[in-house]
């Protein structure tokens, strides 16, 4: 489906076509009438380019495609080459809608990955249902969503159970079966069941919000080649036109003055020279690559993104939130005491700490526990059961005067029961689902070094480390020592990505070649600080990230160097008269078509 402009141009090329096709016939028998329809036509399809040709002369720049076909045809058409110029035109103007409908397409096909905003919310007020803008639902708000429906802001659901459709949010193809307790995204769609839902944000920082200012904001980030070929291009015209005048003037002083065959080699080789095929198929080569990615689940904010990412050799991991859950679990109980795991639970049964609340979770007995008192930079101490239980660190071990046998493990919580030493509770942070799969496939694509960054001990580092299948890791850092960490590999050249979810790794996510900020859009800091968000809290969508990232440098690689190859190849063919005009229409229009729909394989997903 063409726009208005299209359409315009679309007639205008038919109507030129009509009087091309008539002044080609009548040529045969009356040839001024038919070169008069030929000027004809030439003037129904290239109205507008000599237009647009003269406000750029008055302007003070008039270097550009417009410019190059109106003195290429224009001189055509002085020479009595009225089908030469009427074709130029003719084609130019043909692969100026076909452009036109190729970026079109890439601009929609990332439109309606987007296309997330809902249009109304309805509020429970005063025991109605009310019909009201998004922007109107306050924190606390009860909302109704019915099948078919955008979900208006993030939220969880207090009544209702449905299928819910988080594709164009998370990139999960299989649509969510959620009810009552279940978190919410705003942009989702509600497939089936009435749901009432109470609101977490306001829509201006729901996640559906959020992703449509990083989608805004992401065309602004133009790819190194983007930038080169736009200043190659505002270099190259002027250039090519200086070079076509001397090839039309300075030949003629030494072969007899035959202006007329050297004048139409000029225009060939303006013909040629067009570089539209390069500024227009290098950005919508990254525009594809965009619109794939954000397919996949993810955002690239622009170009740049995606070309620093096809170069990052080393990917370096904050641990806890981007490797692992947070939730740790108990997984061995070294000691003598059968109730040990009881006593401690009972003393860490009010902490709200992640290892306290696995510890209590595992737990077979609720003991009741008495005089607790946290200890700062130890643990903790309560009565429990007519006991003395100190819970904690190996710091407490020794603080009490005493000392622990050395127990393998990631982490763990030591005991003292009545002055004692009474064992230890060992317990691991979860690896995420999919984790390990992820940092293997990063592997199997070349990348060279993959690195853990965390907070934890030695063993505890070492242990997820292994698990993972990292080459890599850093134990016992603080956030500052991170930023040390990406740095040192900065200077030795690596090209880095670091993968992050925190407020505290923003500094990061900044310093390396390319941040990755993870987790449902992550906090404010880390995706604004970021250049990929992984919309979906996994690392699944990061290898496919890579392989896109990829491809749509080699595809704009290709149209720079199938474009320069043919166009240079045929400008050096037009100086001796081989090439024709013909074949500098192919050379021009010809190559921009196939350049734009090689353009067109970075917008696949699939890789």
């Known amino acids: 489906m063409m726009n208005k402009k299209q359409k315009r141009m679309a ?55 417009d410019f190059l076909m109106t003195v290429a045809s224009v001189c055509a058409l002085l020479l009595g080459e009225f089908v030469e110029a009427a074709a130029v035109m003719l084609f130019f103007q043909v692969g100026e809608l076909f452009e036109s409908i190729a970026v079109e397409r890439s601009r929609k096909s990332v439109a309606a990955l987007m296309d997330l905003r809902p249009d109304v919310a309805y509020i429970l007020r005063e025991g109605e249902w009310e019909e009201s803008a998004p922007e109107d639902v306050a924190v606390g708000d009860l909302i ?78 133009r790819s190194h080649t983007e930038n080169l070929i736009t200043r190659f291009a505002q270099v190259y015209t002027p250039c090519v036109v200086y070079a076509a005048l001397a090839l039309a003037l300075i030949p003629p002083l030494f072969t007899g003055f035959h202006f007329a065959t050297w004048v139409h080699r000029a225009l060939n080789f303006l013909v040629v020279s067009c570089p539209c095929a390069l500024v227009i198929s290098v950005p919508l080569a990254y525009f594809g690559g965009m619109g794939a990615v954000s397919r996949a689940g993810m955002i690239a904010k622009g170009g740049i993104a995606l070309e620093s990412l096809a170069r990052v050799d080393t990917f370096v991991f904050d641990k806890t939130g981007t490797l692992t859950t947070g939730d740790f679990r108990v997984v061995k109980v070294e000691s003598q005491r059968s109730d040990l795991l009881e ?13 306290a609340k696995a510890i209590v ?32 660190n190996l710091r407490m071990v020794h603080a009490l005067g005493l000392t622990a046998p050395e127990v393998e493990g990631s982490t ?141 440098v080699a595809i704009a690689k290709q149209n720079i160097a ?40 970075a917008l696949k997903s699939d890789v």
């Open 11 to 65: 007639r205008r090329i038919g109507v030129g076509l009509g009087f091309f096709a008539a002044g080609l016939i009548l040529k045969c028998f009356l040839p001024v009438a038919g070169e008069v329809l030929l000027t004809a036509a030439w003037f129904a399809a290239g109205r507008e380019v000599l237009t647009d040709a003269l406000e750029k002369i008055r302007g003070g720049k008039p270097f550009d495609e």
């Open 412 to 552: 763990m919580v030591y005991a003292v029961v009545d002055g004692e030493y009474a064992g230890a509770i060992v317990l691991e942070d979860t690896v995420k689902a999919g984790a390990r799969e992820s940092i293997q496939a990063l592997h199997d694509l070349g990348v060279r070094h993959t690195c853990m960054l965390t907070g934890d001990r030695e063993a505890a580092a070492r242990i997820a480390a292994g698990t993972l299948g990292m080459t890599d890791y850093r134990a016992g850092l603080l956030p500052q020592d991170k930023l040390t960490e990406v740095e040192k590999l900065l200077d030795s050249g690596a090209k880095v990505a670091f993968v992050g979810d925190g407020v505290n790794d923003a500094p990061v996510l900044s310093a390396a070649h390319v941040g990755v900020a993870m987790g449902g859009v992550g906090s404010d800091a880390a995706v604004e600080a970021s250049d990929l968000v992984l919309l979906k809290d996994d690392l699944a969508g990061l290898p496919k990230a890579v392989k896109i990232a990829r491809r749509t």
């Open 144 to 221: 109704r969503v019915n099948p078919g429906e955008r979900i208006p802001v993030d939220g969880v659901i207090v009544e209702g159970a449905a299928s819910v459709d988080t594709s164009k949010i998370t990139g999960e193809s299989v649509p969510a079966d959620l009810a009552a307790g279940d978190p919410v995204l705003s942009g989702c769609i509600n497939l089936s069941g009435v749901l009432t839902i109470r609101a977490e944000s306001e829509f201006a920082s729901s996640t559906v919000a959020r992703i449509l200012d990083l989608m805004d904001s992401a065309s602004e980030g």
């Open 562 to 601: 199938f474009a320069l190859i043919i166009k240079f190849g045929v400008m050096l063919l037009s100086i001796p008269g081989i090439a024709n005009m013909w074949m500098a229409v192919f050379a021009d229009v010809g190559v921009a078509m196939l350049c734009i729909l090689n353009s067109f394989r």
């Open 343 to 355: 006593l401690v639970a009972a003393a860490e049964q009010a902490s709200h700490h992640p290892i």
């Open 361 to 392: 979770r595992e737990a077979k007995a609720q003991l009741d526990a008495s005089d607790i008192r946290e200890i700062p930079g130890q643990g903790i101490f309560a009565r429990v059961g007519g006991h003395d239980v100190h819970a904690g």
